[in-house]
């Protein structure tokens, strides 16, 4: 069947921002809430409209037959408020929803007091100790990231617990999805984007965290040589490698740069023809391209930041991320309102019956990938 009027209207749309094939979009997001028996029906959930691949999160939860879906937008770097909600409508038509998102403009606590399921989203971070405040006491907060990915300037987690407020993270390895391993083809298009050909490369990680160990073992799968190192300081044989990827999302520190692993001149100056591709972490990117390396993406980036989000390889990884994260919603918020479970009983059927991830597992879990 040919698509309407107004379907291709909405087509000509999403396009226009990006997204190659609408209409597979429609269908991944009706295949994701059905995988997942999504359904938050009598719920009311918080949430952001962004654009891009980003327009999914508050459509998929008005499929899922949301109660209410509020979103919040604002005029931002990647497009103008006006373009986030035309792109919310027209992904809208092409799902069939007549009674749509609400999208405001403005951050208001009477939108955090109305929420049952509260994301912790662009738009809507952050979640402070004001905002936490105005929630209704069985609201839950679903964090649409894993728990050691968590910044807790977006997310106050200690007023969440004062205030008897259920929070969990996402697992992000959850069968058959494993959305994590996206990780991996993230960057090995970064790789072919900083024109490294890949095939008999050899490519240095340096990274101590889930993403050097996913990342390495994807470069392998590859028929790639690579080697994943926790730091710098004691490589030695630079000038055989053609690339280092920096993939540590959770270090603080500088790892190129002053008082960092190396300085960046230490670098340049015992391999020259390195290819530096900035996925997650701290280097000092202004020296580094004085001195001729070539830094891809080559953008000023603080600590736990990636480059680019999994969204650069389309919108499927966002569907399915975002999907997890607001099932996690779902069965946290009904433990709370139709069980009547108390904090740490909804968080324990939570754990037993979603895709969710605590804050104590994770960090043991991380660490044995780490080491191994």
Known sequence: MRPADRDLR????????????????????????????????????????????????????????????????????YAEAGEVIKQTQALEALCGIEDGVEIYQGRSLELFSDADIVTNLGFVRPIDGEAVAAMKPTAVVSLMCETWEVRHQDVDLEACRRRGI??????????????????????????????????????????????????????????????TVPHLRDTENFQEIDALVIADYSRKEMIIGPQGDLTASELADRAPGLTIIQFAGQIDLGTLEEMGVHVYPGIPMGPTRMAKTLAELGAKPVIELHGLGLKVGEVLARARLVEGLGVNESVAYALKNSPAQDFEEPLRKGHEQRVR
Do not use: H
């Open 10 to 77: 909405a087509i000509e749309i999403l396009k226009k921002a990006g997204i190659e094939n609408p209409l597979r979009l429609a269908r991944l997001i009706r295949a994701t809430i059905e995988y997942l028996r999504l359904d938050l029906s009598d719920l009311s959930i918080l949430t952001e409209a962004a654009s891009g691949p980003f327009v999914v999160t508050a459509v998929i939860a008005k499929l899922a037959r949301a109660k209410r879906v509020m979103a919040l937008t604002q005029d931002s770097e």
């Open 166 to 227: 259920a929070f969990l993270g996402t697992n992000e390895d959850y069968p058959p999805l494993e959305v994590f391993n996206y990780s991996g083809w993230l960057c090995l298009k970064m790789l072919f984007a900083a024109q490294m050909e890949v095939f008999k490369s050899k490519v240095l990680v340096v990274g101590d965290d889930k993403f050097a160990s996913v990342i390495t073992k994807q470069f392998e799968s590859c028929g790639i040589w690579a080697r």
